[in-house]
């Protein structure tokens, strides 16, 4: 796991430089006409899992690049109701191995009702590759640990640079276009820094190793990029989870919290900064639990506003919110996996569960 972890800058570097070209047109070998794409009504990303955070990170920065609504569902409850998916809907299917059943079959649901659909996956000769009308292949190269990181990223970057590719064929501002890729192209220099600045995170994983349960914080985006954080702790730690937006969580679900849990809060800089540090000390003080806040590199302030027994800061560089949320990722990807070391657990073989890789 921690191999495919670190990884992820050259798997990064590899597909922006795919999909991005030096005059910052957009790549993704889809040929739609331009017609077509202007008539896209809207999109449903279908997946689960790890693949169903990338849909659910990604969607709210496809709905600000297109102005068109998305909508992110549980592949096996979409065969119960897609009603709301029509002629003109694009589809996406995501899946690491493209042979998730309850993926596949939500693609055949999809494919009744619409010509658009997409197939996301890291295997070409997948089922839900060769069933789909348009495929975008991830290159993640084979991930071996049953816990998904490499392709997570990878996975994110794809249906980025897709939202990208429509938006720029629907006459979204060039120079909006072109700062957006700018930015997406700080991503592997930014992940290499967290990589070699990880001893800060195994020491937080060794202190809230033994936590009865954690609950994830944050506003935006960010809430999703932790869910999948999230997920990861569960998968390879068996501790309880919960991922809350950070307001939502005061309405009685910070009741869980005590002394032996840990509340992890990425409080970033921009206009919800405050109200999530305040939001953060209420917990912290009410409950007692140990803190961890993730947070802007550069910003040493917030490290006053909070007593210094039992809480951790961990730093990401700071970006554009729809970059930061991949350094949440690779984060909790880290936190998982030094929890999972430190308390002796098989961290490429979780219990009860499999991976299909080819």
């Known amino acids: 796991m921690l191999d495919e972890i670190k990884e992820q800058p050259h798997i990064l570097s590899r597909l922006l430089r795919r999909f991005f070209r030096d005059d910052f047109s957009i790549n993704c070998d889809i040929p739609l006409s ?64 493209g042979e998730t059943t309850d993926t596949y079959e939500a693609l055949e649901a999809a494919a ?29 190269d084979k991930e071996k640990s049953i816990a998904a990181t490499k392709t997570v990223t990878a996975q994110l970057l794809c249906l980025m640079a897709f939202g990208l590719f429509l938006a720029s064929k629907r006459n979204v501002e060039k120079l909006s276009l072109e700062k957006t890729v700018a930015e997406l192209r700080k991503l ?61 969580a005061l309405h009685g679900h910070f009741a869980l919290l005590d002394n032996t849990r840990t509340l992890v809060s990425a409080i970033l800089d921009g206009v919800f900064y405050d109200t999530e540090v305040e939001n953060t000390l209420y917990m912290k003080e009410k409950s007692g639990a140990n803190l961890v806040v993730i947070k802007n590199a550069q910003n040493k302030e917030i490290e006053d506003k909070f007593e210094k027994d039992r809480t951790y800061f961990i730093n990401i560089p700071g970006a554009e919110e729809y970059v930061e949320v991949f350094y949440i990722i690779v984060v909790c990807q880290l936190l998982a996996y030094y929890i999972s070391r430190s308390l002796g657990f098989d961290i490429n073989h979780p219990r009860y569960l499999s991976k299909v890789v080819k």
Not at 37 to 63: E, F, H, P
Request: net charge negative.
């Open 112 to 140: 009744e009702k619409t010509k658009y659909t997409l197939a996301l996956t890291n295997n070409s000769e997948s089922r839900l590759h060769k069933a789909s009308s348009y495929q975008i292949m991830v290159e993640a």
């Open 34 to 97: 331009d017609e077509e794409i202007r008539g896209i009504s809207d999109i449903t990303v279908v997946a689960s899992g790890s693949s169903k955070n990338v849909g659910d990170v990604a969607a709210s920065y496809l709905r600000r690049f297109l102005n068109i609504p998305v909508r992110v569902e549980f592949s096996s409850e979409f065969c119960a109701d897609n009603s709301f998916i029509s002629k003109t809907s694009f589809v996406v299917a995501i899946s690491q191995s």
């Open 188 to 248: 592997p220099e930014g992940i290499e820094s967290i990589l070699e600045n990880c001893g800060d995170i195994q020491k937080t994983a060794e202190k809230i190793n033994k936590s009865s349960g954690i609950l994830f914080v944050s506003k935006g985006s960010c809430v999703n990029a932790l869910r999948e954080g999230a997920l990861k702790l569960k998968e390879t730690s068996y501790i309880m989870t919960e991922v809350l937006p950070s307001g939502e």
